[in-house]
Each structure stands twice: as C-alpha cells, then as structure tokens.
C-alpha cells in the first residue's frame, strides 16, 4: 500500500463533540516557567550568544557552562499545583475541553513516564500533572487534551556556546544527543533519524494508552518526522471513537484532522471544522512572565464569536507559575467569559454556521502565524516572536449562528441609541421570515423590531444586559 493510501485511511471527520464545544484551554507549564523571562523559547535561546535571554540568563545564573536549563528542574515546585483548582478554572471559564501542554520543546515530559526517565514525576514537581489532571477534568465532564510540540526537540538545544552543558555526554539524557547547528532551522537539511522519530511515536503512544485524550493537538514543525511514523500514531490514536488531532500548515494532509492556524483567523467562514490556537496573555508569550499582561475579557469574546460565526474553535493558552498557581488577574478574565458564556453560550455551544457568518465595518483578514513568522523567530537575535493581532470591533459588527430554527446574531457591542441596524435580515434578505426576536439574558423578552429594505432594525432596552457583546435570538 502507497503512502498516499495510507493517509486516504486515515481520513477522519471531527466528532460531533468537538464541534459543539467551540472553546477550549491549554496550560504552558514547564521549567520555562522558573526564570519567566520573555517567553517559553527560554529554554533554547539561553543557549544562544547575542540573544538577550542568553546575556539575561548569564547575569541571573550564571554561565550555560555552570547552569543549564537541567538545573532549573528543583525550582519548579510545583508546590501549589492542584488539579481540582485546575479544573474549576477550566469550568468556570465555560471551556469544553482542556489540558496542560503534555512535552514542549524541551524533553521535559509533563506526565509519569516510563518512556522518558525526564518528566515531572521524577524531577520538579514529582508529580503525574497529565494524569491527575486528565481524572480531575473528566470528573467535571471536561473532554481531555494532550498537547505535544516535542518535534521541535531535534536540535533546539544546540548552543552556539562550545562549552554549553547541553555537549557533555552525560547531559545527554536531558537535552538529547549533540547534532550539528543547523538542525535547530525549521526545516533542518539533517531530519530526525530513526531514533529520534521512534522516541517522538514512543511519547505520543504512551499518553494515549495512559490517558486517552479526546483531542490532541500538535504544533508546528510536525512535518520533519518521518510521514511513516506520523501515520503510525494517527493509526494508534484514531483506534478509539470519537477522537481528533489537530495540526498546522502542511503537517499532515487534509482531512487526516482538524486544521490549526495559529493566533489565526479567516475572513469567510470555512466548509470544515478549523482551530485557532491563542493566548490571553497580552505579552508576546505562551507561559508565565515577569509582569504579565492580559487581554480583556471582551477581546477574547469577540474573538470566539468571529471563529465560531465561521465554523472554527477557540484553544486559549494562559500559564500559571513555577508553583502552579495562576495569576489572579488571569483567573479573573476567564471568569469573566464564563459568565458571559452562561448568559450567551446558546449561541455559541452546538452550533453552526449560518449562511452568511458576519456583519459590519470592521475588516478582518486571513491571517496566522506562519512559517515566514516563525523562521523570523528563529532568526531573531533577540529571541523575540512577532504577533497576529485583531482589530477592535464596534456595536455596528455582528456575527451569525444557527442551531435548529433559531439563527443567532451576536453584536459585538450596545449602540448608543439603543437600536440594532441589521443589514443581513433586510426584506428580501438572508432571513426571509422572522416572528419573534429576543435577547438572551433579558428574561426571555420579546423585542420590537421593523424589518425594511434596508435593514432589521431591532429596538432594544433601555440599558445594556450584560457587557461584552449580546446575543439575540431570531425565531
């Protein structure tokens, strides 16, 4: 059998599950977490001279000859870490389905593994954090995520550094063995060679049979393991229903999984089920930072509503500290969308795109961060990522859903004049017959509205129900 009939096998639609719940959560949480400075790349470019984290890392710890990243292991206590509290903050932020990141780039295996003598129950924390999370989530009916960038292994230690502890053979077990410079480069001319798409297969292998996630999601640079092994673990994965893996640009062919655009978004909705991958922290970062920033409640909500209005999910990273613990700001934006998700979520949770998915002056174009993005990454001297940013949207933008005979209009904030102007439901419009609107939160009320050859003009209170955005039902 081809390769190519290979992939043909392992076709797979996402489950029903997945597409009714629209928004997930995910944890960057490793020994990146201890220093906390500039983002979770610490642990490759602190090995690079002229980097800034590397000058950062010399003058807080020393020499990578003296301290390498290995010695950040013990100051990962993990002494706060409780997957009940975990799970609670998954809850009441109205995800569906999360989970910490299973292995970043870094070797450092975040469950008990017996694959991997590196991992958070031997060293750190000295706990099983993807498996007590995994029980402590499925409790609360929580669909379970495991999340693995460890392709990103080959090569990311390789320092410029000639006396760097990452070239001491004995060091070998932490930072794998020492390969030539370039392959750090996304695209490396040396691809990973039997053993290592081997450990990479062994890793993945071992979390499904251990913990079964639901969902998992690969990160980008998935595409240098070998395509045989790549299929070897759909193959294994894909043995249990009602699972999915998502993945970015080209790592494996359409329709293998749910395509991921990371910090993305697309102008127009999209035939099949698609993922963004984003964050809430507001620095340029996936773990915690030294004074971190985060984004506003209403920015993430308004982002959920475009993705969702075009058929995609929402994964949503935020990183808690060295000891597990989240920083309440943190805790208190994801509250946040969750109270607007338990007024709004019937236009959210289950379902789909309606015939026209959005409204309004405020432009929105294809983007993600992409392979150009990330080689500038990679390039940068100082260890820097750009961004994928979204506009701000006003009263005069709205996004569609529907579920059933109800089709949802979703406006992105309250007009001054305490009137809605939908173009879309005109006379003669998308909506050709309309007998009853209301506004969720707002007691199940009835509004007035006039609907012209212009526009559905929708009257409604006097005050604002709620913040954010407000979601109307159209019957």
Same mark, same amino acid.
């Given at each position: &059998?081809?390769?190519?009939?290979?992939?043909? %096998?392992?076709?797979?639609?996402?489950?029903?599950?997945?597409?009714?719940?629209?928004?997930?959560?995910?944890?960057?949480?490793?020994?990146?977490?201890?220093?906390?400075?500039?983002?979770?790349?610490?642990?490759?470019?602190?090995?690079?001279?002229?980097?800034?984290?590397?000058?950062?890392?010399?003058?807080?710890?020393?020499?990578?000859?003296?301290?390498?990243?290995?010695?950040?292991?013990?100051? &990962?206590?993990?002494?706060?870490?409780?997957?009940?509290?975990?799970?609670?903050?998954?809850?009441?932020?109205?995800?569906?389905?999360?989970?910490?990141?299973?292995? *970043?780039?870094? #070797?450092?295996?975040?469950?008990?593994?017996?694959? %991997?003598?590196?991992?958070?129950?031997?060293?750190?924390?000295?706990?099983?954090?993807?498996?007590?999370?995994?029980?402590?989530?499925?409790?609360?009916? $929580?669909?379970?995520?495991?999340?693995? *960038? *460890?392709?990103?292994?080959?090569?990311?230690?390789?320092?410029?550094?000639?006396?760097?502890?990452?070239?001491?053979?004995?060091?070998?077990?932490?930072?794998?063995?020492?390969?030539?410079?370039?392959?750090?480069?996304?695209?490396?001319?040396?691809?990973?060679?039997?053993?290592? #798409?081997?450990?990479?297969?062994?890793?993945?292998?071992?979390?499904?049979?251990?913990?079964?996630?639901?969902?998992?999601?690969?990160?980008?640079?998935?595409?240098?393991?070998?395509? *045989?092994?790549? !299929?070897?673990?759909?193959?294994?994965?894909?043995?249990?229903?009602?699972?999915?893996?998502?993945?970015?640009?080209?790592?494996?062919?359409?329709?293998?999984?749910?395509?991921?655009?990371?910090?993305?978004?697309?102008?127009?909705?999209?035939?099949?089920?698609?993922?963004?991958?984003?964050?809430?922290?507001?620095?340029?970062?996936?773990?915690?930072? !030294? %004074?971190?920033?985060?984004?506003?409640?209403?920015?993430?909500?308004?982002?959920?509503?475009? $993705?969702?209005?075009?058929?995609?999910?929402?994964?949503?990273?935020?990183?808690?500290?060295?000891?597990?613990?989240?920083?309440?700001?943190?805790?208190?934006?994801?509250?946040?969308?969750?109270?607007?998700?338990?007024?709004?979520?019937?236009?959210?949770?289950?379902?789909?795109?309606?015939?026209?998915?959005?409204?309004?002056?405020?432009?929105?174009?294809?983007?993600?961060?992409? $392979?150009? &993005?990330?080689?500038?990454?990679?390039? #940068?001297?100082?260890?820097?990522?750009?961004?994928?940013?979204?506009?701000?949207?006003?009263?005069?933008?709205?996004?569609?859903?529907?579920?059933?005979?109800?089709?949802?209009? $979703?406006?992105?904030?309250?007009?001054?004049?305490?009137?809605?102007?939908?173009?879309?439901?005109?006379?003669?419009?998308?909506?050709?017959?309309?007998?009853?609107?209301?506004?969720?939160?707002?007691?199940? &009320?009835?509004?007035?509205?006039?609907?012209?050859?212009?526009?559905?003009?929708?009257?409604?209170?006097?005050?604002?129900?709620?913040?954010?955005?407000?979601?109307?039902?159209?019957?």
């Amino acid at each position: &059998m081809n390769e190519k009939s290979n992939w043909d %096998n392992l076709q797979r639609e996402a489950p029903d599950w997945y597409r009714d719940a629209k928004f997930g959560l995910f944890f960057h949480w490793g020994p990146y977490s201890v220093p906390a400075y500039k983002n979770e790349w610490y642990s490759r470019n602190m090995y690079a001279k002229k980097n800034s984290i590397n000058r950062y890392h010399t003058e807080t710890y020393g020499k990578v000859s003296e301290f390498g990243y290995k010695d950040f292991y013990p100051m &990962m206590t993990g002494a706060k870490f409780d997957p009940e509290q975990w799970a609670e903050l998954v809850e009441r932020s109205g995800a569906k389905f999360a989970g910490p990141v299973t292995e *970043h780039a870094d #070797n450092f295996s975040m469950w008990d593994s017996k694959v %991997n003598p590196v991992n958070a129950k031997q060293y750190g924390p000295k706990r099983d954090v993807v498996g007590e999370c995994a029980e402590a989530f499925r409790k609360r009916g $929580i669909k379970f995520l495991a999340t693995f *960038h *460890h392709q990103w292994l080959w090569g990311w230690f390789m320092s410029t550094d000639p006396d760097a502890d990452v070239y001491v053979p004995e060091n070998e077990r932490y930072y794998g063995k020492a390969l030539p410079l370039e392959t750090n480069r996304y695209l490396p001319y040396r691809m990973p060679d039997a053993e290592f #798409n081997a450990s990479w297969l062994a890793k993945v292998n071992e979390v499904v049979d251990l913990y079964q996630p639901d969902v998992i999601y690969f990160d980008s640079r998935t595409c240098i393991i070998d395509a *045989h092994t790549r !299929q070897a673990m759909a193959r294994h994965f894909y043995e249990r229903p009602d699972t999915i893996l998502t993945y970015k640009q080209e790592d494996f062919p359409e329709g293998v999984g749910v395509y991921d655009i990371e910090c993305g978004r697309f102008e127009e909705a999209k035939a099949a089920p698609w993922q963004t991958d984003d964050r809430l922290e507001d620095n340029v970062t996936w773990c915690m930072v !030294q %004074n971190p920033r985060y984004k506003s409640a209403t920015r993430i909500i308004h982002q959920l509503c475009d $993705i969702v209005a075009k058929n995609g999910n929402l994964l949503l990273n935020v990183g808690p500290y060295a000891d597990g613990s989240f920083h309440p700001d943190a805790v208190r934006t994801l509250g946040e969308i969750g109270d607007w998700l338990r007024v709004n979520g019937e236009a959210i949770y289950g379902t789909r795109p309606f015939s026209v998915a959005s409204e309004g002056p405020t432009q929105v174009s294809d983007a993600d961060y992409n $392979i150009e &993005m990330v080689n500038a990454q990679l390039e #940068n001297t100082q260890g820097e990522a750009g961004d994928v940013s979204l506009g701000a949207f006003t009263a005069k933008d709205f996004r569609f859903t529907q579920k059933g005979d109800c089709v949802y209009a $979703i406006a992105m904030g309250w007009p001054a004049d305490n009137r809605l102007r939908i173009k879309t439901f005109r006379t003669g419009g998308a909506l050709p017959s309309i007998h009853r609107i209301t506004l969720l939160g707002a007691d199940n &009320m009835a509004l007035s509205y006039t609907q012209t050859e212009e526009a559905l003009c929708i009257d409604l209170p006097k005050q604002p129900c709620g913040a954010h955005a407000f979601a109307l039902r159209l019957e």
